[in-house]
């Protein structure tokens, strides 16, 4: 019988210890062994090759004392100084970018407004570059000591390739973004994802999702993407391809023929199906200055009816698809967050009625479906964490940081 790649072996269990050090350091190598169920003996070998390398670090906590030696417990964390990363995130009306340490601390941030959809690729391209290398001087540090840089954006992404299948942010499609930026960043490698994809990583690291290795994560933006976690492990496709939520077919209540979800539910379809109903009322200049969701929000509140039932026929669209992708991966968890979301019960109590309506008994108390109101860093926080997973996760020769060429 054939046996396991020793060096892959030894990678995986490296990626094991990391992130049981990441997601619950200080922690000592006791509960490391536990949490992994790896030998003491591996987990100590492995431990000590990352202090050699300088990626994790250690403190003695005097008041706990190891049991069998009477010695104060040695704790291990990361080393936040190890490698620092970039993340930033593309939309349409604004470029957010955030520098962070090995842990993902955010040491510097900045947001530059601008109407991205105007741009063409190469001006985006130099735009991205000039925020980076901004917020990576406003924290202190050289492009020289930056390890890795992510991008997330709105779309269709074939990360392993760096290709942008679709997006409304660019004009055009199948856009090599990756290549495009690593090229204007003298050495320091690029990559991209889609938003969603890093806010669901960003989840799992620090938000709602902490401790979880499988739930779903929906925003409800310009588009609608859909971040799947499955056993501690994003979902992909083939070419690490990112699945859009939007592009789901689902037929609306009364409806006599499918639609894309995109038409039904997203922010975007939201703000036109209520110009449109508004028209020729005094809510015009708001659309037109780009604030309709706003003015939405707004009429929701004061309880416009024809808003109300706009944002009901949204949601139960997002309920109908919920229920299915809750049926399809049954994940303990469904967070829901966007510009949307703002609306409250009048957008989110019809997805929930749909999902409890649609979903059979067997899965009926399953799923817990929560809003996260997220704020601007989290999808460059994100997109730092994916790279620091890139870092830390890949079978490396050594245990240090991957070195691309």
């Known amino acids: 019988m054939k046996t396991a790649d020793p060096e892959l072996m030894r990678a995986i269990n490296r990626f094991h210890v990391m992130d049981a050090i990441r997601r619950f350091g200080p922690i000592s190598r006791v509960e490391i062994s536990d949490r992994t169920q790896l030998s003491a003996t591996t987990v100590s070998a492995i431990t000590a090759a990352l202090l050699d390398d300088g990626l994790i670090i250690t403190h003695q906590l005097g008041g706990i004392r190891d049991a069998a030696r009477g010695r104060p417990r040695v704790m291990l964390e990361l080393n936040p100084a190890a490698a620092h990363v970039v993340g930033v995130k593309l939309a349409l009306d604004q470029i957010t970018v955030a520098t962070t340490n090995f842990r993902a601390d955010v040491l510097s941030s900045l947001v530059l407004p601008i109407r991205l959809q105007r741009q063409s690729v190469s001006v985006i ?13 406003d924290a202190g540090l050289t492009m020289e000591q930056v390890s890795g840089v992510c991008v997330g954006l709105p779309g269709v992404v074939e990360r392993i390739a760096g290709v942008c299948r679709a997006s409304p942010v660019f004009g055009e499609r199948d856009v090599p973004f990756a290549a495009e930026l690593t090229g204007r960043l003298g050495g320091v490698v690029a990559t991209i994802d889609s938003d969603v994809n890093l806010v669901t990583l960003a989840e799992h690291w620090f938000g709602q999702a902490r401790g979880l290795d499988d739930f779903l994560v929906i925003s409800v933006e310009l588009g609608l993407g859909l971040g799947i976690m499955h056993n501690g492990e994003l979902f992909r496709g083939a070419n690490g391809l990112s699945p859009d939520l939007g592009d789901l077919m ?10 894309r979800l995109s038409s039904a539910a997203s922010e975007a ?6 110009r449109e109903i508004l028209a020729g009322g005094d809510h015009e200049h708001a659309f037109r200055l780009g604030r309709g969701m706003e003015k939405i929000l707004e009429l929701a509140e004061q309880g416009e009816p024809r808003i109300l039932a706009l944002l009901e026929r949204a949601g139960g669209a997002l309920g109908f698809a919920i229920a299915n992708l809750i049926t399809l991966f049954a994940p303990p968890k469904v967070i829901l967050a966007g510009a949307a979301l703002e609306a409250g019960e009048a957008l989110v109590g019809p997805i929930r009625h749909t999902v409890a309506a649609l979903l059979p008994p067997s899965l009926a108390d399953v799923s817990d479906i929560v809003v996260h109101h997220w704020q601007d860093d989290i999808w460059a926080r994100g997109a730092a964490a994916m790279t620091l997973r890139d870092l830390y996760g890949a079978p490396w020769n050594t245990t240090g940081p991957v070195v691309h060429r």
């Open 125 to 137: 391209a130099d735009l991205v570059e000039d925020g980076i290398r901004r917020c990576v001087a």
């Open 250 to 259: 689902v037929r609306p209540p009364n409806g006599d023929s499918s639609t």
């Open 269 to 274: 379809s939201i703000v036109a199906e209520a």
